[in-house]
């Protein structure tokens, strides 16, 4: 990604660039969070949520309902990799609940049941 | 960062003692890709299915393997980003499903091997007045073994081909589905999705 701030909220005027407030990291370490991981907040960021910086607020408050990462990154208007940083640190730091796919067929897809009830969710639409 | 050791569907992050798990809501995320040329109408699709307004993100285009730092250390390397379309339905009260719009081109295919992984299938978006747009996504998803559906978008003013003739000139496998549809069209879409998903069901039964 480029370090000159094109990243920075076109509204409201931040002038950190985003890899600031992730300290310099692109992408979290260990397993990458797939752009649809869900996540919610959980009662401790409700509670601790008017002491978050910024962009932890905002992402608690985005996580009332389920949302994902790649949501998140739209929201915040960053890089989907500037998303997995900062939902990984709340999720550690127990503000976030993280709800992951469910592999379940050899090829890593959903699986018969799943694929069953979103048939069936699509057709009751 | 420990995701690695957390069972996949289990939520993560330190356990919150007032809430048990009883109150916690199992959450499974799914996504379908909606590949094809530009100018197909992959996000007007994406935007007649989605409950949100369809938003665009940014993917880097080495997130995948290299970071920031590590990009630096490869002299000449640039990093630059790709924007990508998505949408969302909310299927019941446990299955999130995420539309991806993804560029067709081939050098966007370290996108798509995120994408496809672990993804109900794909639909691809047909123009029948470009139709090489859209080989190289048929050709991939094949490749992937990922359940894919083809949707004819009508354009006004496209030609009307019989079925088989647009299977023959696109190469699509017999059991594959071909939906003509329209893009702006809500439940036109709607039944595209389907037609993709008993597709995958259909094969996700016989191994």
Known sequence: ?????????????????????????????????????????????????????????TIVNLSARPTSVVEIGAALQVPVGVARVL???????GYLEVHLPRPSDADGGPGHAILGRLLDGLRAR | MDYAPARAGRPIGRPVGR??????????????????????????????????????????????????????????K??????????????????ILYLFGTPGQH???????????G??????LVDLRRVDDSF???????????????????????????????????AIPPACPLVLMDARDPRSSLDTLVALVEHALARSATP
């Open chain 1, 1 to 57: 990604m480029t370090v000159d701030g094109r990243y920075g909220w076109q509204e409201g005027g931040r002038v950190v660039p985003a890899y600031a407030f992730t300290r310099g990291r692109t992408r979290s370490a260990g397993e990458e969070l797939p752009l649809e991981a869900l996540v919610t907040a959980t009662e401790l960021a409700t509670q601790n949520e008017p002491a978050l910086q910024m962009e932890w607020r």
């Open chain 1, 87 to 93: 939902v990984s640190d709340l999720a550690n730091a």
């Open chain 2, 19 to 76: 809430r048990g798990p009883a109150a916690k809501r199992e959450l499974i995320p799914l996504k379908i890709l909606v590949a094809g040329g530009f100018g197909v109408g992959k996000t007007t699709f994406v935007g007649s299915l989605s409950e949100i307004p369809p938003l665009s993100t940014e993917q880097e285009m080495t997130a995948l393997s290299v970071g920031v730092d590590d990009a630096a250390a490869v002299p000449g």
């Open chain 2, 78 to 95: 640039t990093t630059t980003t790709v924007a990508m379309d998505f949408g969302r339905i909310t299927v019941d009260h446990q299955l």
């Open chain 2, 107 to 117: 050098r966007f295919w370290f996108m798509w091997d995120e994408l496809a992984r």
């Open chain 2, 119 to 124: 993804a109900v299938g794909a639909v691809v």
């Open chain 2, 136 to 170: 190289a996504a048929i050709d991939y998803f094949e490749d992937r073994r990922l359940p894919f559906a083809v949707a004819v978008n009508q354009f006004p003013g496209t030609p009307a081909f019989p079925e088989a003739t647009v299977r023959d000139a696109l």
